[in-house]
């Protein structure tokens, strides 16, 4: 009976010993991955850019503050922060500068997609028909490197004044240059799975659509950021000639009647619409490429 106990007594104390060696102790963190401490280094980095850039940004506004009430720049001619805060707060006040935003922003996105509808378009009819691209291409070039503001004023003249105009403004900055973009990214995609396509017994529509449009989608959505602000930039060319509202309307009138800081406040809330234009446009090609996984 004792050598019976003393076994299991020896069989207990063993099972405890396993126990607290299995056991991790108390007190120590599980140590990191490495694709945790990639991607904790990753976040560091972005907040410490986001850091900096915050805090330049701040630096900026107190240096033009000082600089006026320092009398080191003239505050009629260069504002300062605190007068185009006061002018913007006045223009909210009277409903004027939303109303002003609102015009600009319905111009600018009706112009962006009509953009993207027809570039995309006419690059899948010149894929379509090399013969075609072979003789459009010069066009296109040329086209896309004539100043955009010579051809304002013929809008005006062939379509009056109004917002048809304006639309048409902002087309003609970005969509020539949009169409060379899409064409190039389209002719860049692997011949070999085209190939692969027509051996399977695939048509060229195939190819198109399971091959092509597919692979060409980072070049589409980088060419959307670039036309975005392309067509901004042709909205206000639009509305400085042929406008009654919007924000490139407010700056012509302010620095026509020498009210400066309705100038500046306006250029800022230009800068504020096209960094809110370039990030929406981001966070759309992050979430596709998380879910296409690309």
Known sequence: MKTIQSNKEASLSGAKNRSVERSPKKGKAPALTKQEEFVKKHRRHHHEIASWRTILFVLFL??????????WIDSFFFSSPGRVAR??????????????????????????????????????????????????????VVLNSLPKSAL???????????????????????????????????????????TLIYTLGGSRRDAFSKVVLPGSVPILLSTAKVNIGLALVGVIIGEFL?????????????????QLDMVI???????????????????????IKIRFKM
């Open 87 to 140: 002018c913007f707060v006045e223009q909210l006040r009277t409903n004027s500068m939303l109303a002003h935003i609102g015009v600009t922003l319905f111009e600018t996105l009706f112009s962006f997609l009509l953009v993207l509808l027809f570039s995309l378009l006419l690059s899948t009819l010149l894929w379509y028909s090399p013969k075609l691209s072979e003789i459009l291409e010069p066009y296109l």
């Open 265 to 287: 406040t306006s250029i800022i809330v230009l800068c504020v619409i096209a960094l809110g234009f370039y990030k929406s446009i981001q966070i759309i090609e992050h979430q």
């Open 152 to 194: 304002a004023p013929l809008f005006i003249v062939w379509l009056g004044t109004g917002t048809r105009t304006i639309i048409v403004a902002g087309m003609s900055v970005a969509i020539f240059g949009s169409v060379i973009s899409f064409y190039t990214g389209f002719r860049q995609v692997d011949p070999e799975k085209i």
């Open 242 to 258: 042929a406008a009654r509202r919007g924000l490139g309307y407010l700056i012509i009138y302010g620095s026509q009647v020498f």
């Open 62 to 71: 107190a240096l033009w503050e000082i600089s006026a009430d320092l009398k």
